[in-house]
């Protein structure tokens, strides 16, 4: 629904501003096709997979945490076959709160029985999974996918950055 939204607000900018639009019926087509068309083209990053079930063969308890609705979080994690790979899962959705809100940290560390000092969070948001989860003592890695390094004048410093999640199973100094 959301997306049908905002292309109903551009539909309405065009309006205003005097440029020809679409059919609302068009509009509504294009947003679901591409929700389906996002939906098909997900995947599991290269390796995601094979480096969390090492990391949960060597006895670290992992938790998920996600935004999004319940529904559209949960069917990807049953297609990716997450469940089974996490003590704990955590869906904005579900829960009613989420990432940068203290509680959701706070949340998913009581529910492993884990405090901040022992906890790691990885993943590819500064606010969300570096700055927000730093200023509780969480220790924070950055997955920086693309290698684009961190924005200029960025205040926020990970702990650790990496490019793909099977460095986190290689030395961090030697990264």
């Known amino acids: 629904m ?3 939204e905002i292309v109903g607000g551009a539909r309405a900018q065009l309006t205003s501003e005097g440029q020809p639009v679409f059919a ?3 509009g509504a087509r294009l947003a679901d096709r591409f ?3 996002r939906d098909e083209q997900m995947h599991v990053f290269p390796g995601a997979l094979e480096t969390i079930d090492a990391i949960r063969a060597a006895g ?3 938790a998920l945490i996600t935004n999004g609705d319940g529904p559209g979080q949960r069917a990807k994690v049953e297609r990716f076959d ?3 790979r ?3 899962i955590q869906i904005e959705g579900e829960a009613g709160f989420g990432k940068p809100e203290a509680r959701a940290y706070h949340h998913a560390m009581a529910a492993l029985e884990a405090g901040a000092h022992e906890t790691w969070i990885v993943g590819d948001n500064l606010e ?3 700055a927000a989860p730093q200023r509780l003592g969480l220790h924070a890695v950055w997955c920086d ?3 684009a390094g961190l924005p200029a004048g960025s205040t926020v410093k990970p702990d650790r950055i990496i490019r793909a999640l099977p460095e986190l199973l290689s030395d961090p100094r030697s990264t």
């Open 2 to 4: 959301a997306r049908r």
């Open 24 to 26: 609302p019926e068009i």
């Open 35 to 37: 929700t389906t068309y």
């Open 60 to 62: 670290v308890r992992l």
């Open 82 to 84: 997450l469940a089974r």
């Open 86 to 88: 996490f003590d704990h």
């Open 128 to 130: 969300w999974e570096v």
């Open 145 to 147: 996918q693309m290698g």
